[in-house]
């Protein structure tokens, strides 16, 4: 199995950026779609965007389109999200995860492996 670490969150004003990494250990990444997901408080996670295997392919949640920006080093075993232009709703615990399957999912249930997370919060 693979384990995920995220880091990179903190917090920033709105406007701001921050880019997010996600490291992988025990397997290599370029098995597995990967994807974003993030969690606010109160409310359910959700879909934010995600990658095929070999990154030729990416789709994105329609709040974050244009702003965001998923991308893959399959060498250094890591994920990315930039985040660009970010707004106070953008605020929560963000998980990178994998996806063993072979058709790329929105749906958290497919993917197979989570990380921790890491604390996003923008400030308005």
């Known amino acids: 199995q693979v384990q995920l670490v995220e880091s990179g969150g903190g917090l920033v004003q709105t406007g701001g950026s921050l880019k997010l990494s996600c490291a992988a250990s025990?397997?290599?990444?370029?098995?597995?779609?990967m994807g974003w997901f993030r969690q606010a408080p109160g409310k359910e996670r959700e879909f934010v965007a995600t990658?095929?295997?070999?990154?030729?392919?990416?789709y994105y949640a329609d709040s974050v389109k244009g702003r965001f920006a998923i991308s893959r080093d399959n060498a250094k075993n890591t994920v990315y999200l930039q985040m660009n232009s970010l707004k106070p709703e953008d605020t929560a615990v963000y998980y990178c995860?994998?996806?063993?399957?072979?058709?790329?999912?929105?749906?958290?249930?497919?993917?197979?492996?989570w990380g921790q997370g890491t604390q996003v919060t923008v400030s308005s």
């Open positions: 995860a994998a996806d063993q399957t072979i058709s790329i999912s929105k749906l958290g249930n497919r993917y197979d492996y």
């Open positions: 025990g397997r290599t990444l370029s098995r597995y779609n």
């Open positions: 990658i095929t295997r070999t990154g030729g392919s990416t």
